[in-house]
């Protein structure tokens, strides 16, 4: 994703213009929330809220236009991108509360 902004950024026709960047995968935020959960060990509950209804479909991004403008295209899934940030900060700094 930083490589699709830094070269939407250099763009001089880029001003006032809404580009998506991101994974075009569907996950739920309950799915997203155990993944962390079992990556960093943790005994944190997890509570569930009923569903929201969204005004949009899904909150997925729609990656055309980055595609068409940019050649950008997601170099990896959100669950490979999860597990290499967990291993990039490694379990101590992941965990750690701010």
């Keep these: 994703m930083v490589e699709g902004l830094l070269q ?3 763009r001089d026709d ?4 809404v580009l998506d960047l ?3 995968e569907r996950i739920q935020i309950a799915e997203v929330a155990s993944m962390v959960k079992r990556l960093t060990s943790s005994s944190a ?5 009923p569903e929201a209804e ?3 479909e899904g909150l997925v991004p729609h990656l055309t236009y980055a595609k068409e403008l940019l050649g950008w ?3 990896q899934t ?7 940030n967990k291993l990039f900060f490694g379990k101590e700094n992941f965990t750690k509360e701010t």
Excluded at 14 to 17: I, S, V
Excluded at 45 to 49: G, P, R, V
């Design 8 to 10: 939407f950024l250099a």
């Design 14 to 17: 880029g001003a006032g213009t």
């Design 22 to 24: 991101g994974s075009d």
């Design 45 to 49: 509950t997890i509570f569930e809220e």
């Design 54 to 56: 969204l005004p949009l």
């Design 73 to 75: 295209t997601p170099k």
């Design 78 to 84: 959100f669950r490979k991108g999860l597990i290499e």
